[in-house]
């Protein structure tokens, strides 16, 4: 379902050169979940920027769900995003003047699906049925994140990508949000890449990768 093989990635700080993806190679089948840890600032929220295709690498080739992303134009690879691919992000991403519901509504408007009752459903599915019509600001942030799982997993794509999706949260919370998100992946059967700092959430994936000094290479013990 994915595929990345020598992925390099730098960027230019003033007069230096930092490169931060040095030859990433991955490769993750339909179904499975990895998990991407790391010390902050190794490189992988970088690394899930490019494998989500809202960042091209310098060099290297990323498959995903068949398609080469690195040969598409940006209006296909729009396109691609819109069809294969939904991120659940540390900061909620919630639209402020937007309901739960419309906001799980949005992203399916955009495709032209039939959205009131499929959103409806995921954010039932998230335990937020009585929480529909609450702006994101009368919410708790366990309830913004529920809200942010029910979007992505309201779009039926076959492959999901999770940044920190913990990070902004308690302990007790974030378990609770492990759960839900980890459930609702296998329910479906979706291809999960997750980014987090939380070695407990980690664990729950089938596979857990490091990142250091711009390699990715398998943590011992999973």
């Known amino acids: 379902m994915i595929q990345l093989s020598n992925i390099m990635k730098s960027y ?15 490769e993750v089948a339909a179904g499975a979940s990895v998990a991407i840890v790391g010390a902050s600032g190794s490189g992988k929220s970088t690394l899930l920027s490019v494998m989500a295709c809202m960042d091209r690498p310098d060099s290297g080739r990323l498959v995903l769900n068949g398609r080469d992303a690195t040969a598409l134009t940006e209006s296909e690879l729009a396109q691609l995003r819109n069809r294969q691919l939904a991120i659940v992000f540390q900061s909620f991403e919630l639209v402020p003047a937007f309901t739960a519901l419309e906001n799980v509504m949005l992203p399916l ?13 995921a954010l039932h599915s ?31 794509t076959p492959i999901l990508f999770a940044d920190e999706p913990t990070g902004n949260l308690d ?29 407990e959430f980690a664990r729950h994936a089938d596979r857990i990768m490091r990142l250091d000094n711009g390699v990715l290479t398998a943590e011992t013990g999973k």
């Open 12 to 26: 230019r700080q003033g007069a230096t050169v930092v490169d931060v993806l040095r030859g990433v190679n991955l």
């Open 171 to 199: 302990r007790g919370t974030g378990s609770e949000i492990t759960e839900m998100l980890l459930r609702g992946v296998r329910e479906r059967e979706k291809t999960l890449v997750l980014v987090t700092h939380d070695p």
């Open 126 to 156: 998230v335990g937020l049925s009585h929480r529909l019509h609450h702006l994101p600001g009368q919410l708790s942030g366990g309830e913004e994140q529920r809200v942010a799982i029910a979007r992505a997993l309201a779009q039926d």
């Open 109 to 121: 408007e955009i495709r032209g699906s039939a959205a009131h009752a499929v959103a409806a459903e």
